[in-house]
């Protein structure tokens, strides 16, 4: 079982570029997040989705973009990379049946934006 | 959403008990208490969650107040492998199911 796969593992980005962060789960999970963790700080919810064709913004969404065409992939899109956009990206997914889903996360993606 | 709060930081000793403490005192009936960790250099993995009554795994136990304002994450023996950052999370029982986190502790084990 693959869990949640993220591609690619390092990037880096000159400012004004463009790329899609992948994110794939093979446990049939209906609800997909990203996070974002800086140096020494906890996880800051991006983005989210309860299902195909539905998401959400979370605590930091500016500057990102997501879609949800199907259940297994959950992309994220820097739109215009930002130096204060250089983080490590985690993909998370979990059933959602209320609050007692285990959420699995990727290994994560290592982005540095010059 | 929901708050927690978890020492920056605590020590234990190898084989030690080890008991992390997460204040929640805004938590709603419908939270769920889950507890992650996140080993260096990788992505949070699951530990334990609760609602009102305590829990035990393979990896730790879970002790959660009688009023649910405050929860322990209890290590029965430490080893250097759990040596991590641990959350303490309030996950909504309602539709959105967001994971929010918080600064966590940072568990430091010594030989």
């Known amino acids: 079982n693959a869990g949640v796969t993220q591609t690619p593992k390092f990037q880096v980005l000159k400012t004004g570029q463009s790329m899609t962060l992948q994110c794939a789960q093979d446990?049939?999970?209906?609800?997909m997040s990203w996070y974002r963790q800086d140096p020494g700080m906890g996880l800051r919810l991006i983005h989210y989705s309860v299902g195909a064709g539905i998401t959400d913004q979370g605590e930091v969404p500016n500057g990102y973009n997501v879609s949800r065409s199907t259940t297994e992939d959950f992309p994220l899109r820097l739109l215009s990379a930002a130096p204060s956009q250089t983080s490590v990206y985690f993909c998370?997914?979990?059933?959602?049946?209320?609050?007692?889903?285990?959420?699995?996360f990727g290994q994560g993606t290592r982005l540095t934006v010059v | 959403d929901a708050k927690t709060t978890q020492p920056n930081s605590m020590e234990s000793n190898e084989e030690e008990p080890v008991h992390l403490p997460c204040n929640h005192s805004t938590i709603s009936g419908t939270d769920y208490i889950h507890w992650y960790r996140q080993l260096p250099s990788q992505g949070p993995e699951y530990v334990i969650h609760?609602?009102?009554s305590n829990v035990n795994n393979r990896m730790a136990s879970l002790a959660i107040a009688e009023d649910r304002k405050s929860s322990t994450l209890i290590l029965h023996r430490a080893t250097l492998r759990d040596a991590a950052v641990y959350y303490c999370?309030?996950?909504?029982?309602?539709?959105?199911?967001?994971?929010?986190f918080g600064t966590g502790t940072l568990l430091a084990v010594q030989p």
């Open positions: 446990m049939n999970h209906e609800y």
């Open positions: 999370i309030l996950r909504t029982g309602g539709a959105t199911n967001k994971l929010i």
């Open positions: 609760g609602l009102t």
């Open positions: 998370a997914s979990s059933h959602r049946t209320g609050g007692t889903s285990e959420a699995f």
